[in-house]
Structure formats: C-alpha cells, structure tokens
C-alpha cells in the first residue's frame, strides 16, 4: 500500500507569509495527488487536483507543484480563513494533515 | 448543486450493528463512484469503503473488511454503509464523498463531500 507522509505536522505563520506543505508517497505517483482544505468543525474542501490543477471557486493565492514522489502545497500570502488542516490524498490513502495557524 | 445528506449515526454498543445512508442530488448518481471516509474526534481522516457506479465493485480498508458493508440504490440516488461488530475504534464522524476518477480510471479524488453523520461506539 502506498504511505503518505506530510510535513510538518503543525506550523505557525504570519499574515501574509509565504506558507509551503509538502507531501511525500512511498512510491511514484505521476501526478495522482489532490490536496484538501479542512477548517475547524467543518467538512473537507478539495483544493487541487492532478498536484497542480486548482479546483473551481479556490483563491489563486493556493498552488500544487510535484510529480513522482514529492509535492507540495504552497499558499502565496496567508490569511486569517486559512486556518485549517490540509491533507494531500492518492488513491485511498490520505496524508496525516499539517494544522496551520496564524502567529 | 451538488448535495450529499448523510444520516444513520448515532450511539451503539460494542458489538453492535447501524446502518448509515447518504443521499444525493445535484448530479447522476449512477455514473460516480462513490466513498465513505472518516475522522475519529480529533484525528485525521481515513478511507473505509468505496463502490463503483453500478455497485457491481466494492473496496474496503483492512480495517473495515468482513465488518462493513457498502452498497448503493441508483433508483434512489442513495449510498449505504452497513456496520457489524463495531468496535470502539470505529467511533468517528463518517463522510459520504462523490469521487472523480482520473488516470486511466486508477485513481480518484473527492470533489464533493456530505456534512458527516457522527459514530459513537461505546457501553
């Protein structure tokens, strides 16, 4: 089965920070990965797709880059609604989630 | 618009058995795919079962398989989960989720997901 791994599991940022997630498979995965937003007490929202294609209605501060084995998830300049846990996902496996907060 | 309504959830003892359902509008059933996933309280989220668009496929996590059974009615827009011998570890808040199929229809991804109907396995 294929293993997930984020990093880090928690992190601490600024408004308006450059914030970078990263998530490895272990085993190649062409492009097969998709990134899911979950705010405090509500239901997971896809972000991206195909590591790279924003999903509709999602700010363009969001972006998904890799192939193979690592990617990453990188919000340009973060925001208060940006609170949340992220999870990248393949197949049926789900990463174990970054928690970001503001500092 | 796309709308998935789960319900079903609630408390049970260890060993027992409840039936989840999930509803669905806004799109054709019958050509997606479809999964439940879950989150334990405070901790991340976790496939358990998926079916394909007929129902004529299914797939289990090790966790689940023997225990759970997933089945759909296309006539009724409507997903199941049957859930036997719970366990503790089974208490979480369990999602319906529409999956998108890409890659040669090898891999999939969750485009729309329902509230969450929540699990309590406990005496």
């Known amino acids: 089965d294929i293993q997930m791994t984020q990093s880090p599991s928690s992190l601490s940022a600024s408004v308006g920070d450059r914030v970078t997630i990263t998530c490895r498979a272990s085993q190649g995965i062409s492009n097969y990965l998709a990134w899911y937003q979950q705010k405090p007490g509500k239901v997971p929202k896809l972000l991206i797709y195909?590591?790279?294609t924003l999903q509709s209605g999602v700010p363009s501060r969001f972006s998904g880059s890799g192939s193979g084995t690592d990617f990453t998830l990188t919000i340009s300049s973060l925001q208060p609604e940006d609170v949340a846990s992220y999870y990248c996902?393949?197949?049926?496996?789900f990463g174990q989630g970054t928690k970001v907060e503001i500092k | 618009e796309v709308q998935l309504l789960e319900s079903g959830g609630g408390l049970v003892q260890p060993g027992g058995s409840l039936r989840l359902s999930c509803a669905a509008s806004g799109f054709t059933f019958s050509s997606y795919a479809m999964s439940w996933v879950r989150q334990a309280p405070g901790k991340g989220l976790e496939w358990v079962s998926a079916?394909?668009?007929?129902?004529?496929?299914?797939y289990y996590a090790d966790s689940v398989k023997g225990r759970f059974t997933i089945s759909r009615d296309n006539s009724k827009n409507t997903l199941y989960l049957q859930m036997n011998s719970l366990r503790a570890e089974d208490t979480a808040v369990y999602y319906c989720?529409?999956?998108?199929?890409?890659?040669?229809?090898?891999?999939?991804?969750?485009?729309?997901w329902g509230q969450g109907t929540l699990v309590t396995v406990s005496s």
């Open positions: 989720a529409k999956e998108v199929r890409y890659g040669g229809n090898s891999v999939q991804y969750f485009d729309y």
């Open positions: 195909a590591a790279s």
């Open positions: 079916i394909s668009g007929r129902g004529g496929s299914t």
């Open positions: 996902q393949t197949s049926w496996t």
